[in-house]
């Protein structure tokens, strides 16, 4: 069901955003929350995140500003930013220490968002980047739990499995999870182990 956008002034700057982009030409795709909106699924973040591969940051940023967005490049080394007035879209080209590829952005299903288009990243992706943001420093799988719940379906457990294996804090969520009966860990570990 289509978000109000005068109840959600996010969702314009968002639609804003990626027509200007396809309309540059510039490869991108929809990430985060709001991704998880356009899949069907529960959401607890409020903030608009699109992958950009690092070589485009500048015609992102450029691109955008022909339409009035206020660019910014932050001191962090992964994102630039873009304001819409107050609203902020965070342009991100290497989430979770993972750099955005060509194949990144081919993970993706063209999804209406309001009626607007866009390449959506794959719940996968949208799944494994959510459990390797937890380290000592926060780990908050509240956040994380609305996502596997509502995504379940769409979601590749062992390549979860898989690209996470690394991760204690990974590890612990998925453990969670198939306590809950969301998934199943030995499940997804086997068919992991097998590829």
């Not at 959600?8 to 027509?19: C, D, E, G, R, V």
């Not at 967005?69 to 630039?80: D, H, I, S, T």
């Amino acid at each position: 069901m289509a978000v109000s956008e005068d109840r959600q002034p996010l969702i314009a700057t968002l639609k804003k955003a990626a027509f200007h982009l396809k309309d540059a030409g510039i490869p991108f795709c929809l990430a985060g929350s709001f991704a998880v909106y356009a899949r069907g699924g529960e959401s607890v973040d409020h903030d608009i995140d699109f992958l950009i591969k690092q070589e485009d940051s500048e015609r992102v940023l450029a691109a955008l500003a022909e339409v009035g967005f206020r660019g910014e490049v932050p001191p962090e080394g992964w994102l630039v930013k873009g304001w819409d007035d107050e609203n902020l879209i965070d342009f991100i080209f290497c989430p979770v220490q993972r750099p955005v590829t060509d194949a990144t952005l081919e993970d993706t299903d063209i999804i209406a968002v309001n009626a607007c288009h866009m390449p959506v990243l794959s719940a996968t992706e949208l799944m494994i980047h959510k459990v390797l943001t937890w380290s000592a420093h926060y780990c908050d799988f509240a956040r994380g739990l609305p996502v596997a719940r509502s995504l379940r379906e769409q979601i590749d457990w062992p390549r979860v499995y898989r690209e996470t294996a690394h991760s204690p804090y990974a590890h612990a969520f998925l453990f969670l999870i198939d306590r809950l009966g969301v998934m199943s860990m030995a499940e997804a570990s086997a068919l992991a182990a097998a590829v």
